[in-house]
């Protein structure tokens, strides 16, 4: 049995989004045509609106509707003087909701990966070189993914900002909180012995 | 940090899907504007025309574009006198998936459920009377689903078919196959019990 061609349409459409199968795909367009067809005509114009406005900022790469993003337009963010590389925008997000950190992001937007044909100015690594030479940046810190190209694209960084005399830091890897020392693979546990910190008493 | 509204509402639309809760969605909209926006700008397109085309077929009520959808269309399948009563468009599929039936549908597009005002005309009752005392149905197969409001549904229907003379069945419930009697529920046991078929020696 052939569905109707708009559905089948709609489901292989559906299939491009990330984590849904055949499956998922026919069962939400059942439920919108069946159930939905408002939320499908807004969740249309959404993705048209957003595919269409949507661009990268132009001092971190991540992606906003303004030419410069909300965190970059920030004074008091600027003139911290610090910058965090970052691989993607939600990485961003994942950062902010901790609360932890106010400084400006760079958003490479992927990681250098020589086999892929990704080089330092796919990533803006050209950019992020002329804000060290021109920018008041104290400190960078690396916050790319613990992954090897995460972990090569962090190293290149390093040594791009020791070319302009910048101070560099990666953020820590260890044992997660609430994990169990059990479950955790070794590669974790070996830099959360080799990063372990002296307790100090006050 | 607030997102660009773009990507906000992006996001607010697509939490509209069944089972995408806010974190999908955010890793929805992320790799679509990264990596996927001639994607994103077809799944918009396709939504758009699935919601404007897709109507009910006039014959046995399921989603299509036709006026008639193309099993109802089918004369062999007419011919066969055998009408099946299912609750959504999906359950069609996954029926026509079997291979083991070759007659025609009545899709309810839901079940009875006075608690929520759905009566006997919302699920197209009305019109299946008509059809009963006008055409030349012989059997009608109650294949609506397992539940309360679904035996209610099947219940009443047959009722109706009583009242027009046309015979009616319930599909079997048992044991699934490559279940494991330990772990099938109570219910669909006795209802295998209570179903059981004499074994024959040809």
């Known amino acids: 049995m052939r569905l109707s061609p708009a559905i089948s349409e709609l489901i292989r459409a559906l299939r491009m989004l990330p984590g849904v199968g055949p499956k998922s795909a026919q069962r939400m367009a059942f439920q919108i045509l069946e159930r939905q067809r408002e939320g499908g005509l807004q969740l249309s114009q959404a993705l048209a609106q957003a ?22 337009s920030d004074d008091a963010r600027r003139n911290s003087g610090l910058l965090c590389i970052v691989e993607t925008p939600a990485d961003v997000l994942a950062i902010e909701q901790t609360g932890q950190y106010a400084g400006c992001y760079f958003v490479l937007m992927g990681h250098l ?9 796919d990533i803006g690594l050209d950019r992020l070189a002329e804000r060290l030479a021109a920018d008041t940046i104290s400190e960078i810190i690396l916050a790319t993914n613990p992954t090897i190209e995460g972990e090569a694209t962090a190293h290149y960084i390093a ?9 560099t830091s990666r953020i820590a890897h260890g044992v997660p909180v609430g994990g169990e020392l059990e479950y955790v693979d070794q590669a974790t546990l070996g830099h959360a012995f080799s990063g372990r910190k002296r307790v100090e008493f006050d």
């Open 51 to 72: 595919v269409e406005r949507v661009g990268h900022c132009e001092v971190c790469r991540t992606l906003t509707e303004a030419q410069v993003c909300e965190l970059c």
């Open 113 to 121: 990966s020589p086999l892929d044909g990704i080089g330092p100015e």
């Open 159 to 167: 040594e791009l900002a020791r070319q302009h005399n910048v101070s």
